[in-house]
């Protein structure tokens, strides 16, 4: 699973690879332009745009002049800025700062005292200024340079990371960091880049492996992972020939309330289209026809007039999809305490089920372990309380899960599923899935992968996964605004169907040879390499 590392352990990798792979961090800084360089020359093929590059001091800015370099000897039009106000400069800085004046370019210098450079909103910037050594917020001077480029309007390309973006701590001044449209991050995915309160800084990501030691990564702990379909494809799990229905479990779905039964409606079918053997509904009278009109291989139990007050039901599940569309209404919600009090069968606990424990917070000791919770992010906070920022709600995710040995699916783009203090960010879905019932059908999909004897955290990564799949598929054909919540169940056989796809085959990054890179896709519509 790509582990997403931090500063420190990216820091130890760089110093193992040029140990035990005998290379100097000269070379490895070439190795990394290149790969930077081959990223834009792929795209501008020759193209005569003005490119300005806007390097820092450190190893960063070193980055920025290698692509400099490789781009001016590929006949581009370049213009090199370095930022200049402060004493410090890193040795590879510097040597490359002498390189590029072998090739007979000098880089301009911007001090505290100069003009800035002009930048067109049709120029290419390349964001060299900081990376992973960003160590208080941008200031001054510097601050000045990054509102510039912002206020630009040209296409910002950032390496490694947008200057001014901390890699562990949230944002304190918006206007000290670089806006991108891209970055090009090296090795491992960054946890800044999976948080909603930083969408603002690039638009989109991918990372480039750039061949650091992979025996240090392997060995490195982390409690943080990026969910990629290498390590959901094992998961799923192949039929046997001589199965029958008894094999594949029973879901049992309970919820709507009047007005809303298309919320269990979208469950039970989910459910039932993710394999689960019989799916059995338990809902308020009023559902009754409509259930069984309109998904027909579905069972029907039925409990209160226009909303649930018994939880009576008399099927024995192998697992139960709970609170969708179900209200808060007092009754269900003693009725609801009632049945927790007793029931030990393993839960997906959604929605309404959600808002009822947050009510009375007791509740919450009454869940079977191992159950999943599917909460939206303002049904997590009713839960648990606000959060200063979004590392602060990862950590509270974290414990949470960890405390009451439950799995945690936290929605939203890069869902994070939380279990045993770790935590598992989706990598697939986009913004289609940002519509009424997509909440109601991943419930059924992870319910019904339980009754399929799935253990429920892999049924939570695989649900998550499949559900975000199904929308990427969609895009074929359609787009975002038209995509709805049955169309996740109507593509969930291509999703899996995708898990089995043959990939092209994907050479290993060696910095000595500097000409691949590792695909995988993410983001809404940028390809990401990884
Ligand atoms: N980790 C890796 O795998 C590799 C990293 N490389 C590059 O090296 C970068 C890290 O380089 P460095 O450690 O030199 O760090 P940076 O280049 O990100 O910045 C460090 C410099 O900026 C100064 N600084 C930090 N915050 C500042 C602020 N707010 N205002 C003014 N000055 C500030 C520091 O004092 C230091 O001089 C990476 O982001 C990447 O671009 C690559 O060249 C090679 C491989
Ligand atoms: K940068």
Redesign the pocket.
Known sequence: MPKILSVKQ??E??AATVKNKNIS?ID??EH??ILCFEWIHARLQGSQINIQIFC????????GLVIARHLKQYGYNVKTNIIN??N???D??LKNYDRLKEIGVWADMITCETELPEISENDMVVD?I??????????NF?KKVIQHINASNAYVLS???PS?LFAEKAVTDKDSVIKAYHTLT??SPKLAFLLPENRIYTKTWEVLE?G?DKEYIYNAKTSNYLLVKEEIKPIYRFRDKFSHKGDFGHSLIIGGSFGKIGAVSLSAKAALTMGSGLVTVHIPKCGYEILQTSIPEVMVEVDGDNELQNFNFEVLPSVIGVGMGMGTKTTTANGFKKFLNTNKIPLVIDADAINIISKNKKLIELIPENSVLTPHPKEFERLVGKWKDDYDKLEKLRLFAKKHKIIVVLKGAFTAIAHEGELYFNSTGNPALATAGSGDVLTGIITGLIAQKYHPFEAALLGVYLHGKTAEIGMETEVYETFVASDIIKNLSGAIMDLFKKEPPIAESNPEQTTDTKKTKNNDDEEMYI
Request: negative net charge.
């Open positions: 990216l820091y990798a760089d961090f490895l800084m990394v332009g820092g001091t450190g190893n960063n800015g070193g980055d106000c402060g410090e400069r890193s590879v800085f060299a900081f990376g992973l050594g960003l160590s208080r917020k941008p200031e510097i390496i490694d990371f001014g090296f090795q750039i650091l």
